[in-house]
């Protein structure tokens, strides 16, 4: 007899991006045209979308993209993290 699976725990993330004043600091030049990539149901998908972002501005040396991790923020006290993920980005 299988165990049924287990439903994966969701851990909204947010990839955004966009051009910065100085490549040192993180501070945007247009935060009204942020690129606003989408949120995503976990860290491999989202992941995914900032690794194709950020691949497709390579040349761009004053485009950034970014993960945030909205679960830590929604929900700090609960202290949710990856397991077993590299979430360095």
């Known amino acids: 007899m299988r165990k049924p699976k ?4 969701q851990l909204l993330h947010l990839v955004f991006g966009g051009r ?8 945007f030049s247009d935060v009204e045209g ?3 990539v989408g949120i995503f149901p976990d860290y491999a998908s ?3 979308a900032w690794r194709g972002k950020a691949q497709a ?3 761009e040396a004053d485009m950034r ?3 945030v991790h909205l679960h830590r923020l929604m929900a700090p006290e ?4 990856h397991h077993g ?3 360095d980005d």
Do not use: C, Q, S
């Not at 287990?6 to 725990?9: G, L, P, R, V």
């Not at 910065?20 to 501070?27: G, H, R």
């Open 85 to 87: 993920e590299d979430d």
């Open 20 to 27: 910065l004043k100085n490549t040192a600091l993180v501070e």
């Open 65 to 67: 993209y970014f993960v």
């Open 78 to 81: 609960i202290g949710e993290h």
């Open 46 to 48: 989202a992941h995914d």
């Open 57 to 59: 501005t390579i040349d």
């Open 6 to 9: 287990k439903a994966k725990k």
């Open 34 to 36: 942020l690129d606003i």
